[in-house]
């Protein structure tokens, strides 16, 4: 697991000209081989290298929601993360979204 961890963060990292879409592809072939792995860890290596849209492919295929939303949340889904909350029954993580939405809008009406 460690590995094919490391692999799919370097894959990212190297793989600059290499459309998202081929990318997710090449990715889910090689992380599908363990059951265990996370999808958020990989998901927020691609939001760090630049590739958010990458990020909420790849978030997608994570069956934790407590891992799923914070990282939507970090890479703007708000629509998506409030979706997946209310889905997942969790009222923490709903609140959660809520809280976050209501802490933007706040911030955009100051600025």
């Known amino acids: 697991e460690v590995v094919i961890?490391?692999?799919?963060?370097?894959?990212?990292?190297a793989s600059a000209a290499?459309?998202?879409?081929?990318l997710l592809e090449g990715l889910l072939d090689k992380l599908r081989l363990c059951k265990g792995i996370s999808y958020a860890a990989v998901?927020?290596?691609?939001?760090?290298?630049?590739?958010?849209?990458?990020?909420?492919?790849?978030?997608?295929?994570?069956?934790?929601?407590s891992k799923q939303i914070p990282l939507l949340l970090s890479i703007d889904e708000?629509?998506?993360?409030?979706?997946?909350?209310?889905d997942s029954g969790d009222t923490d993580l709903v609140y959660l979204v809520l809280f976050h939405i209501w802490q933007k809008i706040s911030v955009e009406k100051v600025n």
């Open 43 to 65: 998901a927020a290596h691609a939001d760090n290298s630049g590739r958010r849209k990458l990020a909420a492919m790849l978030v997608d295929h994570e069956s934790q929601s």
């Open 78 to 86: 708000q629509d998506k993360a409030l979706q997946k909350s209310i």
């Open 5 to 13: 961890m490391h692999w799919a963060c370097e894959k990212i990292t």
């Open 18 to 22: 290499i459309p998202d879409v081929v």
